[in-house]
């Protein structure tokens, strides 16, 4: 299987994924980019996947839906660390100069074959749960709703 044969394979296997979910999406065969919102139990969450052939990955992007607070932001720097320590899927960044809290991962799809919608869901579905567990707790921090203390007690 040629780069860009696995490239498409593991493009195809999300959109295949996300159809039989019925989930509604956008994708771009070009790019190979899939963009889809999963609205849970509070914030909706809007994920954007993209397969990068040159590096053979697949790169998950979710800008969480809130501005991070410039007095918040160490609080939210350390609740981050915290959350990123007891996660074994992706991680959470905070760009202190754009005021965003991102969740990002990605998974490397090089000398990988037999991709299958359970593949899509594989990237899918561990990218939503995590982000729609922590997007609330992480908004009541920034907005001074939620200790930083208690926060990291309850991680």
């Known amino acids: 299987m040629t780069d860009g044969e696995r490239a498409t ?7 295949r994924f996300m159809t039989e979910a019925k989930l509604h999406y956008e994708s771009n065969e070009d790019t190979r980019e899939i963009f889809v ?17 040159p ?5 998950t992007y979710c800008e969480l839906p809130f501005a991070v607070r410039k007095e918040k932001a160490v609080d939210m720097a350390v609740a981050l660390a915290a959350v990123n320590a007891r996660i074994a899927y992706g991680k959470f960044c905070l760009y202190f100069d754009k005021g965003l809290c991102t969740f990002e ?5 090089t000398d990988l074959e037999g991709f299958s919608a359970a593949y899509g869901r594989a990237i899918v579905a561990p990218a939503y749960a995590i982000a ?3 997007n609330d707790k ?6 001074g709703l939620l200790p930083l203390k208690e926060f990291a007690a309850n991680v």
Do not use: C, H, W
Not at 38 to 49: C, E, H, K, R
Not at 55 to 59: A, F, G, I, M, S
Not at 138 to 143: F, P, T, V, W
């Open 9 to 15: 394979a593991a493009y195809n296997a999300i959109v």
């Open 37 to 53: 919102t999963i609205t849970g139990a509070d914030f909706p969450v809007s994920l954007l996947f993209t397969v990068n052939e």
């Open 55 to 59: 590096l053979q990955r697949v790169e």
């Open 105 to 109: 991962n990605t998974e490397y799809i």
């Open 132 to 134: 729609d567990e922590y």
């Open 138 to 143: 992480l908004y009541a921090l920034n907005k």
